[in-house]
Structure formats: structure tokens, C-alpha cells
């Protein structure tokens, strides 16, 4: 099926290459090599977006967190020259569910976008009330993976689809431990050297949304030397 992918990249050849690329998967790539006019057609539709970090004007991470507050599911791919542990964990904790360090193999690119793609097309494309799913409840946290929602204490938060799905994993299996590559295969649906990062700052995203000291969670628990729990007070199903 035919998606909507922008690309914001301001060198020619790469933006060029990549949008052959792409469009040989049979998307539809907009492409923008400007940031401040990228910012204002952020409101459009988009299945996925792949945001250089380094761009004239508005740069790739104000981007990412405008794409983010507009829309809150879609998959953002970040491409970066840089390739330090803090500028990863920057993009990351900018809202980004992904990275790439320039420069890149085109087929990693296809893979990591199909990845998305089909993960994002198996939560929200079904809408047949036989396949519904168990809403999850623990006591003022609900995780309802048909709507893609969660509550907290009442009131709804904004959350990624990434961040959805890990929380969703986690929960399904309260206390038990899952290593980060474990977590980054099943909810990335890939594997890199660099999966600290992307699985450390999904969880800290949903620790400073869900968590009332995200320094002391009480939900998200890391397991030093394995990985990261879920953490159930008391479960009720319905």
C-alpha cells in the first residue's frame, strides 16, 4: 500500500537517492531541503518522516518535536553526520523512534522504513471488533491497544506509537526482565550496535509522562546488567 513519507535533507544527492529509493517501494516522498519551510507543511498527512538533524533554518530536532505534538503516531526517522552518544540520545529524546548515521547503506534505510511501516499498518489498521485486544489495567494506569491509548489517572496521555508499543510489550508480561535487544527486536523489528539508545530514551520518555519521580519509577524499573520490567501493583482485565 501507497504511503506519504516527507523528507527533509538539504544535500541534493542524498535527498535525491533516497527519495529513488523509497519510491521504488511505491511511497510517495515529499521532499523539502529547508527547514523552515518544512515546518510549515508539518500539519500535513504522513504515514512517516525522516528528518536530516542538520538543516538550514529550523533544524531536524525542533522538526521532530513539532511532528511529534501534530503527530503523535507516525514513525520519525532521524539521519545524522554525527555519531557521538550524545547526539543520539538527543534525536532520540527529541521524539524520534529511530536513527541513522550518515553515511548510510540506502537498503538499512528500506529495511528500517518497511519495519516501521508495518508495525505502525498492524496497530492501527485493523477495525474488526473480532480481533480486539484486552485493555490493560493497573489501578490508575490504562493501556487500551485498540483506541492506541493510555490514561492515567483519568486523563489521556500523548505518547508515540513507539513509546505505545513498549509500554504495551511490558505490560503484557509484568515482571518479567527483557534484555534491550530483546526490546529492540520485538518493537523495532531489528537489531543495531547502537540499541541502548534508542530503547534507553524510549523508557525515559514514557517515565517522564507516566511516573510520578521518574528518577524512583514505579512502572519502568531498569534490572542493572539485563534490562528493563514492568512492574504491576495489582492487575485487573476487562
Not at 519510491?23 to 504515514?47: C, E, P, R, W
Not at 532520540?92 to 508495518?118: C, I, M, N, W
Request: glycine share 6%.
Amino acid at each position: 500500500m501507497c504511503k506519504h513519507i516527507l523528507l527533509v535533507e538539504d544535500n541534493p544527492d542524498i535527498a535525491n537517492i533516497v527519495s529513488i529509493n523509497l519510491g521504488m517501494l511505491d511511497h510517495k516522498i515529499t521532499v523539502f531541503s529547508d527547514g523552515n519551510t518544512a515546518y510549515k507543511q508539518l500539519n500535513q498527512n504522513y504515514d512517516l518522516a525522516i528528518f536530516d538533524i542538520m538543516l538550514p533554518g529550523t533544524d531536524g530536532l525542533k522538526l521532530c518535536k513539532r511532528m511529534r505534538q501534530l503527530h503523535p503516531n507516525i514513525p520519525i526517522i532521524m539521519l545524522t553526520a554525527k555519531s557521538s552518544e550524545l547526539d543520539l540520545v538527543v534525536g532520540l529524546e527529541s521524539g524520534a523512534d529511530d536513527y541513522l548515521t550518515k553515511p548510510f547503506s540506502v537498503l538499512e534505510l528500506q529495511a528500517r522504513v518497511k519495519a516501521h511501516l508495518r508495525r505502525l499498518q498492524n496497530l492501527t489498521g485493523g477495525d474488526n471488533t473480532e480481533h480486539l485486544q484486552q485493555v490493560l489495567t493497573f489501578e490508575q494506569l490504562e493501556i487500551d491497544p485498540n483506541r492506541y491509548q493510555i490514561k492515567l489517572n483519568g486523563e489521556f496521555q500523548d505518547i508515540s506509537h513507539k513509546e505505545f508499543e513498549l509500554l504495551h510489550f511490558l505490560a503484557q508480561q509484568p515482571s518479567r526482565v527483557f534484555s534491550r535487544e530483546h526490546l529492540l527486536e520485538q518493537i523495532w523489528g531489528y537489531q543495531h550496535a547502537n540499541s541502548a539508545h534508542t530503547v534507553n530514551s524510549t523508557v525515559n520518555r514514557l517515565r517522564a509522562k507516566l511516573e510520578d519521580d521518574p528518577t524512583n519509577p514505579r512502572w519502568l524499573q531498569t534490572v542493572w546488567g539485563v534490562g528493563y520490567k514492568f512492574v504491576a501493583p495489582s492487575l485487573l482485565s476487562h
